[in-house]
């Protein structure tokens, strides 16, 4: 047992009591009942917590030794440095009496903590996102190839049908949508934890050659049947051409099996016996049960998709367009891509697809920004405000007016000048995030606000660079900051040497010492 020796330390001129600011994180979190997993990496502590609730972050932010606090991929991420954060958890877990977890454990239990709805259309997203290229490829070739025959086939063009081109070309076409289930079976196999290899023989064996393929029952009936479970009932042995849902739960069936398998078969008989039984006991389950079944569920889905846009006067598409733009606001319209590849394997094409398009568009015309520059200036000159004023008495819808508003009384010429409905502001905010703050001010106190001090442009600097980490991880988001920090700093007295020094932090310690320096 590893024995935990209370350590009380300088950092830097501060006395640094590692226990006192782990029982304090532990207070502010809501105890060791409310910690899932506990983490670190060389400069932050990595909490996944049960109830978010609980966790008070300003009180966090203000521990002795805490430099940030931010969340991230489901993570309360504590800001403690290097040569800090491992002796903070050391007393942190010993304190909590919870073990260490690792990065990936940790993440993985910041995964689970989210409801079956998000994580089922996180799933959607994990399976049918990867396979997009494929159909991309496909879709757009079989386009191109349509277009040809087409265009041949009226006398546009004259093609040779015959050359290797032209008979590759219309052989590669489809050739997604042939193996489309062979193509969800790998990439769900994948996002279940199961081997893919067997998930694309699970593909296999619902496309396979001796069972009827499923686009020509409709002319020529079901050709043969088969009785399962001992004489029970009888299937229809047609493949599943077409289907989405059949094969993803046949996957999971698959995963589940293969897990289990893993756990009680002896190692030296696994490597034979559970892809054996894995394969079997899937593929018969899928063919007997799950296919029929879910065949029927998602033929209902797009049944009523279909019916719901066959609605008198638009109805229907008013009301699936409508649904679009929140849905994509809550992360959910991933599982829209199931609806389209259901959809063009089915009928051969999609319809939700050029709704979304419609309703993205539908949005672009609510206003219009102007602003008031040719694409030949760039960011030279002045910015034309007479064009913004031509535009907004030319239209109904509200217009946005940009160009050159750097400060209040800008903004306000702006408006008076154009006749506006708002003003945009672009180069302006960069490093002065506060110019929002005084426009407010001014337009509702006729009132200048000064400018803000060298220790709240510090304190903003720092804060800007806990929410790039949080987005971008520290890699990427301390290296943008690289820029902002010379945005923020422009104009400061002794700031040009700071400046050029920006130009090489790594971390957000070395940003935090850098920013020391600023007055």
């Known amino acids: ?41 060389a400069t932050r502590l990595r909490l996944v917590i049960a109830d978010n609730s609980k966790a008070d972050k300003e009180a966090i932010e203000n521990v002795d030794g805490v430099k940030g606090v931010f969340e991230a991929s489901g993570q309360l991420q504590i800001i403690l440095g290097t040569g800090t954060v491992n002796k903070v958890f050391d007393e942190f877990i010993a304190i909590a009496g919870i073990t260490a977890s690792t990065k990936a454990e940790a993440k993985e239990a910041a995964a689970e903590k989210q409801n079956w709805f998000m994580k089922a259309i996180k799933l959607l997203g994990d399976i049918f996102v990867p396979i997009i290229p494929a159909i991309v490829a496909s879709g757009f070739l079989m386009g191109i190839m349509n277009a040809l025959d087409f265009m041949n086939a009226n006398g546009f063009l004259t093609i ?6 032209y008979v590759f070309a219309n052989l590669f076409s489809n050739i997604a949508y042939t193996f489309l289930q062979i193509l969800i079976a790998f990439s769900a196999a994948k996002a279940f934890g199961a081997n893919q290899y067997l998930g694309a023989v699970i593909g296999m064996i619902m496309i396979h050659p001796s069972l009827q393929n499923a686009y020509t029952v409709a002319t020529e009936g079901v050709q043969q049947t088969q009785s399962v479970f001992f004489g029970l009932y009888h299937i229809d042995m047609v493949g599943y051409q077409g289907h989405v849902i059949p094969v993803i739960i046949a996957v999971w069936i698959l995963s589940v099996l293969e897990k289990k398998l893993h756990k009680v078969v002896p190692a030296a008989l696994d490597l034979f016996v559970t892809p054996l039984v894995s394969v079997f006991v899937t593929g018969y389950l899928t063919l007997s049960i799950v296919g ?29 367009g409508s649904l679009y733009a929140p849905t994509v606001v809550t992360g959910i319209h991933q599982m829209y891509t199931a609806i389209d590849i259901g959809q063009l394997a089915k009928y051969g094409v999609t319809y939700w697809l050029p709704l979304a398009s419609a309703a993205n568009v539908a949005q672009g015309a609510a206003a219009l920004a102007v602003h008031g520059r040719t694409r030949q200036q760039y960011y030279s000159g002045t910015a034309d405000w007479d064009t913004i004023r031509r535009v907004k008495e030319a239209i109904t819808i509200p217009v946005v007016g940009n160009g050159d508003v750097d400060s209040p009384l800008k903004a306000e010429a702006l408006i008076k000048q154009t006749g506006c409905d708002a003003v945009m502001i672009g ?25 803000p001090s060298a220790e709240e442009i510090r304190e903003m600097i720092l804060r800007h660079a806990r929410k790039q980490i949080e987005l971008k991880g520290e890699f990427v988001g301390i290296r943008e900051m690289r820029k902002h920090v010379a945005w923020y700093t422009a104009g400061m007295r002794h700031s040009a040497g700071l400046r050029r020094e920006s130009n090489t932090i790594e971390s957000y310690e070395a940003l935090e010492q850098l920013l020391s320096r600023l007055g």
């Open 160 to 165: 040779n049908t015959n050359s290797s081109i």
């Open 292 to 320: 029929p079944i879910f065949v029927w569920g998602e033929n209902a889905i797009l049944g009523a998709i279909q019916w719901m846009l066959t609605l008198p006067l638009g109805l229907g598409s008013l009301i699936m």
């Open 1 to 41: 047992m590893k024995t935990i020796t209370h350590k009380i330390e300088k950092e830097g001129s501060v006395i640094m009591d590692y226990r006192k600011t782990a029982q304090e994180i532990l207070g502010y979190v809501g105890g060791s009942k409310n910690i899932v997993s506990a983490a670190h990496c």
């Open 427 to 451: 180069r302006a905010v960069r490093g002065n995030p506060w110019l929002f703050r005084e426009l407010n001010h001014y337009f509702q106190t006729g009132e200048l606000l000064g400018r």
